[in-house]
């Protein structure tokens, strides 16, 4: 893994109020969904500057939440306080968070904002593993729990036997050129909860020669592409890994992609010369790749007659959370 240090601040002097800024991921696909060496997953993220998880934290006389995700937020506040031993009340206010059930892996950054938030108040060292797993964030795949302390590009190892986390075994920059155009569609959610369970355990396995095709794509052609900047091999990697893995789950989203619309604005880009076209983890957002902001815009213009459908320009993150004081 690439010796690069995470923006995340530690120390252990108490403060007065925290700020915390963590982004989107993409989920660019897993690895080894067939299991038969022992370990299933595996997964490939990438960090996004936008959109945006931000929050704030100070003590208060009586607890409150407030903002968009509260709920959620109150729920991960509550845990932590309470594993830490923190008697305080507080208020914590989400100022703005990545969309739920978009595909973008809003609930882990939440959720370890708020334990870096609650740990940086009172002095306790930043611990993100040991608060993911407390959390229970990383059931599937570590790389939100990678990005949230590293940014950039990460690989885990997927789950093994024994219970514990996804090994983090990448973590590289991405060059500062490449842009993803993100397309959202507003009227879908992705499967989460106990339906995503559901249909993990109705899938069949993949099979070991796909299993293996996804490997060969990622270590000889994705990272090697990314160590030389070269985005099209990279892009074209991607595109055949999400095609494999989106039909694997085509049966239990309703084909390669949950957003009819996205799968249309995604052809309208492969066919103007996008490269990287895929859908993140259970979607419905689809991504897509270009090199600078001139090309990026160019395809992103292509599909402003397309309704329903809302395209961001984003660059890629190459640190990690921001958790600061003031």
């Known amino acids: 893994m690439t010796n690069a240090m995470s923006n995340i601040q530690g120390g252990h002097l108490a403060a007065s109020d925290v700020r915390v800024s963590c982004a989107a991921r993409l989920h660019l696909g897993f690895l080894d969904l067939n299991g038969g060496l022992g370990r299933r997953f595996g997964s490939i993220g990438l960090a996004l500057e936008g959109p945006l998880t931000r929050l704030v934290l100070r003590r208060a006389e009586v607890t409150s939440v407030r903002g968009p995700e509260s709920e959620r937020a109150a729920q991960f506040l509550a845990i932590i306080t309470d594993h830490l031993g923190v008697e305080d009340g507080h208020l914590l ?8 059930h978009s595909g973008l892996g809003s609930g882990t950054q939440l959720a370890l904002g708020v334990a870096a938030a609650v740990r940086r108040l009172h002095g306790f060292a930043p611990a993100p593993l040991a608060d993911a797993w407390l959390l229970q964030r990383g059931g599937r795949s570590g790389i939100g729990i990678g990005l949230f302390q590293h940014g950039g590009l990460v690989v885990d190892g997927g789950k093994g036997v024994h219970p514990a986390l996804p090994p983090l075994l990448v ?24 339906r995503e369970a559901d249909a993990f355990a109705a899938l069949a396995p993949m099979s070991a020669t796909a299993s293996a095709e996804l490997c060969r794509l990622l270590l000889m052609q994705a990272l090697p592409a990314v160590a030389e900047d070269d985005q099209d091999v990279f892009g074209d990697a991607i595109t055949r890994v999400q095609e494999i893995v989106g039909d694997h789950f085509a049966p239990a989203q309703g084909g390669r992609f949950t957003s009819q619309a996205v799968a249309a604005s995604l052809g309208t880009l492969r066919a103007a010369g996008a490269r990287g076209i895929g859908q993140s983890s259970w979607g419905p957002t689809g991504f897509a ?6 090309e990026a815009g160019r395809l992103a213009g292509l599909l402003r007659e397309k309704t329903g459908i809302e395209v961001a320009i984003r660059r890629v993150r190459n640190h990690g959370a921001d958790v600061t004081t003031g």
């Open 93 to 100: 206010r989400i100022e703005e968070a990545v969309p739920r």
């Open 171 to 194: 973590r590289m920059n991405v060059p500062d050129s490449w842009r993803v155009l993100l397309l959202l569609d507003r009227s879908l959610e992705g499967l989460s909860g106990r």
């Open 289 to 294: 790749f270009a090199r600078g902001d001139a």
